[in-house]
């Protein structure tokens, strides 16, 4: 009985997932699911980004998932975008945001008025990977404060995504860390995992993320055509 009740579940997640890409798809969003560990600088990033998508015309949007507080959302508020907080302390508290919740989500949304929207899922490596919830893409942040040894303990999401940003390479010299080495632990789990490394503060490597950003929208238009 257990069993059947966990398959019903997983099986209405993938159709709300699948319902939420055709929705997107009709409204001609681009949308990328952002995963990682707490801490790691999503929302930092997310806000060194939007400034420069709007500069190229492109229009952005967040669902911002945490399991409390709404922290993170007014932090976009500066930026004059759509933003939507999802918490599932009410629900439960689960460490991912639900197909569910970003169907709800999308309905708040002005989709006609969205090019691109960031879905900044709750800071978990675990759980966020294991779930489609309707997205194109799917990017990983690591930071190098975590520790190289991430990739290896937590090898599905770097198995599941897109793309890696590698995080905070400025402290690289603060932590006598080697960048290369985060390199080969995250290639040692997934080999074709395209790896980015950045800075949320130095702004360092967010030119070559815009660019990665556009281009797979363009990509994914002509696909779609």
């Known amino acids: 009985m257990n069993l059947k009740i966990v398959k019903s579940v997983l099986e209405e997640s993938d159709r709300l997932a699948r319902e939420n890409h ?4 009709e409204k001609g969003v681009f949308a990328i699911n952002l995963m990682s560990a707490p ?3 999503k929302t930092t990033i997310l806000k060194k980004t939007i400034p420069r998508l709007q ?3 492109i229009r952005s949007a967040v669902i911002e998932g945490d399991i409390t507080s709404t922290l993170d959302s007014e932090q976009f508020q500066p930026l004059g975008i759509q933003v939507i907080q999802v918490n599932t302390e009410p629900f439960g508290g689960d460490c991912h945001i639900g197909s569910h919740f970003i169907r709800s989500a999308l309905d708040m949304l002005d989709l006609d008025t969205v090019d691109v929207l960031f879905i900044e899922n709750v800071g978990n490596l675990v759980c966020p990977a294991e779930f489609d919830i309707g997205e194109d893409r799917k990017v990983v942040v690591l930071s190098l404060p975590e520790g190289r040894d991430k990739p290896l303990k937590y090898p599905l999401m770097f198995r599941v995504c897109n793309l890696c940003l ?3 390479i400025d402290l690289a ?3 006598e860390e080697s960048i290369q080495s985060y390199h080969d632990n995250i290639r040692t789990i997934n080999g074709g995992l395209a790896v980015l490394p950045v800075s949320g ?3 360092e490597g967010l030119k070559e993320w815009i660019k ?3 281009n797979q929208r363009r990509r994914e238009c002509r696909s779609k055509v």
């Open 55 to 57: 500069a190229l015309n």
């Open 201 to 203: 503060k130095t702004e």
């Open 39 to 41: 801490g790691s600088g």
């Open 22 to 25: 055709n929705i997107l798809l």
């Open 173 to 175: 010299s603060v932590l």
């Open 212 to 214: 990665w950003i556009t």
């Open 166 to 168: 590698l995080n905070k």
